[in-house]
């Protein structure tokens, strides 16, 4: 079946450690997202890619880097300069230029210990 | 100014009651909306999607668009306790990129 593969489902991060959350698709989207949700919250845009080797900054993006290497893999690091990491991440696919909405995956929640 | 806009509630109707869930928006020029549900600690799932004037319904719900207003909003009819989750309001910009905007999300209580 097609769908959205986050991993690891529970994250801990150290004080000033990065920790790289994984995303991969098999839908054959172009389009990919990553997207942070605080308790409460909405959820606000991280960062996003449309085509491979390419990505722009969404609303939140300091303290955080992205690639996307592959059409299928758009894996979101959160480096030590993000000085409140804690929140469920979300990893979202879309066909882009296609009206119709995401397919999200399970998403990540990132704790700091 | 936000740019989507919804009652954080919580919204609490009794079983088989309508419920009905708001939505207001900025860019005028917005062109797809979605209403999607959240169950807690899990992700999104999409329930609806409303790109032109008027009602969409699916089952039990119903979506309204009034661009003029810029205003969208999700009814359920016949509410359960099962739809007691958070719904978000999602809306597509104007511009080439496809990413959606999320409101806060309303937390809907259907009590028995």
């Known amino acids: 079946d097609g769908g959205i593969t986050q991993s690891p489902k529970y994250l801990f991060r150290k004080e000033g450690q990065n920790v790289t959350l994984s995303c991969e698709q098999n839908?054959?989207?172009?389009?990919m997202y990553w997207y942070r949700q605080d308790p409460g919250q909405g959820l606000r845009l991280i960062y996003y890619?449309?085509?491979?080797?390419?990505?722009q900054k969404g609303d939140i993006a300091e303290g955080y880097s992205v690639s996307r290497e592959k059409k299928e893999s758009f894996p979101l690091t959160v480096t030590s300069a993000q000085k409140n990491p804690t929140a469920f991440y979300l990893c979202?696919?879309?066909?882009?230029?296609?009206?119709?909405?995401?397919?999200f995956g399970s998403g990540t929640r990132l704790t700091v210990v | 100014q936000k740019e989507v806009e919804q009652n954080s509630g919580p919204l609490s109707v009794p079983e088989g009651a309508i419920a009905s869930l708001n939505c207001t928006y900025s860019d005028r020029g917005s062109q797809s909306f979605f209403w999607y549900r959240q169950y807690s600690g899990k992700s999104p799932e999409l329930i609806m999607s409303?790109?032109?004037?008027g009602d969409k319904e699916d089952g039990r719900f119903t979506a309204q668009l009034n661009k003029a207003s810029q205003y969208v909003s999700l009814l359920i009819r016949d509410s359960q306790p099962s739809d007691s989750a958070t719904y978000l309001c999602?809306?597509?910009?104007?511009?080439?990129?496809?990413?959606?905007?999320f409101g806060t999300g309303t937390r809907l209580q259907v009590t028995l």
């Open positions: 999602a809306v597509k910009n104007t511009g080439t990129a496809s990413k959606l905007t």
């Open positions: 890619s449309q085509i491979v080797n390419d990505f």
């Open positions: 409303i790109y032109s004037n």
């Open positions: 839908l054959n989207h172009d389009a």
């Open positions: 979202a696919s879309s066909i882009v230029q296609d009206p119709r909405g995401y397919t």
